[in-house]
């Protein structure tokens, strides 16, 4: 049985997606002290662009963090073709989602920005649904 799970391919989708997913969170997770060293600016960039009634904090680009590093860990274990990976992976979308309505409100913009930061992890869970039987039949 396990012979025949190590002969199941994941397919491209599932591996260009990951792999992009995994930029994707790297490059989160490095720019992290870049960002919390220049907070201000970041907060002085908003306000100059009319977008006082809404700074970042400090505890936003870490919970950003642990999110990104959940995702990364989620994905690899997709990889390596473990249904947790799958699970990790979708409830942590779902955090994030609602993380992203209750500190930014809920208004059409929001909606938008969540839907299209909805694409990549929404085709990867596609393809993984369509490939199945390699994460959950076991």
Known sequence: MEDND???KLGAGII???VLIIIGQLFSLITLP????N???TNNFLISMGMGNYTVTRGEYIFSAIIAAIILIAVILILFKKGIGVYIFTGIQ???IFYSIITKGLSVSILIGILISLILPG???YF???KKEIY???
């Open 39 to 41: 907070l201000d600016e």
């Open 16 to 18: 260009v997606l990951s």
């Open 34 to 37: 870049f960002n919390l060293a």
């Open 123 to 125: 085709l990867l869970l």
């Open 128 to 130: 993984i649904y369509s």
């Open 94 to 96: 779902v955090v994030s």
């Open 6 to 8: 190590k002969k199941k």
């Open 136 to 138: 959950f039949n076991k």
